[in-house]
């Protein structure tokens, strides 16, 4: 693989990895929701998805998309439904009011590191967009004429630094943020925005096209 190949390759995936999606949205929820760690439970559960959206790149699921359409329609209405409803669980979160001499977020009782870590699978797996970043996006940096598991190595080593630090950006951005949501009332309007959110992304998904 050539260096501005590489190069191409990691500056747009930085771009595109910053933009704040559902999977972004869902680390700093999970860190305003409950904590650093946690976020980072989702956060895995995350990559574990993308991990396995390459890995079937790789083996050739864009031929598969390509020759059957309905295959992605079918991803892309799930996928949208899972976000919807996501956004619901959110939404409806109920928060109890933290005492002022308590310096823990209001929020509702705490999740098991299995439960975020799948919800974050989830999310991630139900994504068409991250999909179609595996099966499209990805192979264009993949040289015919050369070994090709050095050169999936080396992409996927390079997204995942990429998208883990992002992760951390976000996560981090979020656990800030839960100092500011001490007030049932403020953490409750955080719950109705980042639930209005995913609500918003199941409905561009839902309208996307193959």
């Not at 899972?82 to 959110?90: D, I, P, R």
């Not at 996927?156 to 992002?166: A, D, N, P, R």
Request: proline share 5%; glycine share 8%; net charge positive.
């Amino acid at each position: 693989m050539k260096l501005h190949t590489w190069w191409l390759f990691v500056t747009a995936t930085f771009f595109i990895s910053a933009a704040p999606g559902p999977n972004m949205l869902l680390i700093m929820s999970q860190s305003v929701r409950f904590n650093f760690r946690s976020a980072m439970c989702g956060a895995m559960g995350c990559l574990t998805a993308l991990f396995m959206m390459m890995s079937a790149s790789a083996a050739g699921l864009g031929v598969l998309l390509q020759s059957a359409p309905a295959v992605f329609e079918t991803l892309r209405w799930i996928g949208a439904a899972y976000l919807a409803y996501l956004g619901y669980k959110v939404w409806t979160a109920p928060v109890t009011e933290a005492s002022p001499e308590d310096d823990a977020t209001p929020m509702r009782a705490q999740a098991t590191a299995w439960e975020l870590y799948r919800v974050g699978f989830v999310t991630a797996a139900s994504n068409p967009k991250a999909l179609l970043f595996a099966v499209a996006f990805l192979p264009q940096f993949m040289q015919a004429g050369q070994p090709q598991l050095p050169q999936f190595g080396i992409l996927l080593g390079s997204f995942t630094v990429i998208e883990m630090s992002w992760y951390l950006i976000y996560a981090i951005g979020g656990f800030k943020l839960s100092v500011y949501l001490k007030r049932a009332s403020v953490l409750k309007m955080f719950n109705r925005v980042t639930g209005g959110a995913f609500v918003g992304f199941a409905a561009l998904m839902a309208g996307m096209k193959a």
